[in-house]
């Protein structure tokens, strides 16, 4: 299967033709329709793109989707939600960089319903399904753009991330999912969850898909460097994990040792102060976010999940936001010295869509899905997650840096020592 680049690279030649591209990224749509991974395709705006394409572009004539919640001028605006029912005014920052890069946009993928669950099991047309599985979850809340890139639909689609809803689907559908460092892609016209936490991330199938990706919509380029100190993490609530991601995860450290890489065991701020003190940023941002918006329509897990927000007081709020400088300057240290900081994504493979059928399970399906992802949204590192070789469901290997240069360039090369 061809690369971002090499896809770019032929249509600019000549080799390619953009209308190809579009027909066969709508097909695969279709025969993958089960899934719920594409809730809107946009079939004659993509065909027109590709007929009249210039041809130039760093992502010259690459099909792509975009996470509902991202507006696109002239598609559904719905967020995933029956309270919601626009029509995109004009385009998303993220959006038009994709467009003015070359990419075509054919349409808007799954979301739990306003971003708001790590699932991707709440939405107004129901579960996202995995493509390895699917009687089991994606992961959310950038559901149907784990799924889609998974099921070879697209080779980049557009989530977002405030507590690992680009990382928590790549690990469960087993694709490459980034979320650079806080701002590095515009949040304009993409509807909040969490202003101080909300990031803008790619899923690509592989690293250098998603770091090409990154250059081309920032047109920040990432230079090649060779890591040398990798971070394990040692926190015992980081690896938690079951016995699947367990194997993978002693498997890949080993085979990383063997290509060379220092490993050095390190320890981040305690788990159970960071974890809270983004959600009682998360919180009262997602409140105010909502306030005036008719919730009685909401998905039910989701209005749970704001009747618990509002719990947290403005004074918890304040002192999490002063902790979060604390935490951050912590990490910094942490990541001084090594090169990047290494950890399961997510601490158990795909569950099951039927897990999160009582209150109880769904609980205790989300805190194993968001155990690993949230610091990295309250510092706003960038990390990535990459699949893990494994004979079972996807497991995913989550990778923190300082900077995305570093974060970009890491994760390449553990994933040419592991593939």
């Not at 099921?151 to 809803?165: H, Q, R, W």
């Amino acid at each position: 299967m061809e690369s971002l680049e090499e896809i770019a690279t032929g249509v600019r030649t000549g080799r390619v033709d953009p209308v190809v591209l579009v027909e066969e990224a709508l097909r695969r749509a279709d025969e993958s329709a089960d899934l719920n991974a594409v809730v809107h395709i946009d079939a004659e705006g993509a065909r027109k793109a590709a007929a009249g394409h210039d041809r130039t572009g760093a992502l010259a004539g690459v099909p792509v989707l975009v996470k509902e919640i991202v507006e696109v001028a002239g598609l559904p605006y719905r967020c995933g939600s029956a309270a919601m029912d626009e029509i995109g005014r004009q385009d998303a920052d993220v959006v038009r960089r994709l467009r003015a890069a070359g990419a075509i946009v054919i349409g808007l993928s799954y979301t739990h319903e306003f971003a708001y669950g790590c699932t991707g099991t709440s939405n107004r047309v129901g579960p996202c399904r995995n493509p390895h599985d699917p009687a089991r979850m994606t992961g959310g809340s950038s559901a149907g753009a784990g799924a889609a890139v998974a099921a070879g639909v697209v080779p980049l689609a557009i989530g977002t991330d405030t507590a690992g809803s680009v990382r928590i689907p790549a690990a469960l559908c087993g694709v490459v999912g980034f979320k650079p460092s806080y701002g590095t892609l515009s949040t304009d016209r993409v509807f909040p969850l969490s202003q101080s936490l909300d990031h803008v991330g790619v899923l690509t199938r592989t690293v250098a898909d998603a770091a090409y990706a990154l250059e081309a919509l920032t047109g920040v380029p990432l230079a090649a460097e060779r890591p040398t100190r990798l971070g394990v993490v040692t926190n015992p609530e980081y690896l938690d994990f079951t016995a699947e991601v367990g194997a993978a995860w002693s498997a890949a450290l080993a085979r990383l040792a063997a290509a060379g890489a220092e490993l050095v065991d390190v320890e981040l701020p305690d788990w159970q102060h960071s974890f809270t003190t983004a959600a009682a940023i998360q919180g009262p941002e997602a409140v105010a976010n909502h306030t005036g918006r008719p919730t009685a329509q909401y998905q039910p897990d989701v209005q749970e999940r704001l009747r618990e927000a509002a719990q947290i007081t403005r004074a918890e709020y304040d002192a999490a936001r002063t902790e979060a400088a604390t935490i951050t300057a912590e990490v910094n240290g942490v990541l001084g010295q090594v090169d990047a900081v290494l950890m399961p994504t997510v601490l158990c493979t795909a569950p099951l869509i039927t897990d999160v059928d009582t209150p109880e399970g769904s609980k205790a399906v989300r805190s194993q899905l968001l155990k690993n992802t949230r610091l990295a949204n309250l510092t706003r590192h960038p990390a990535v997650s990459l699949p893990l070789p494994t004979d079972g469901l996807p497991v995913g290997l989550q990778v923190i840096a300082a900077t995305n240069n570093q974060a970009a360039t890491t994760t390449h090369w553990i994933e040419t020592r592991l593939s």
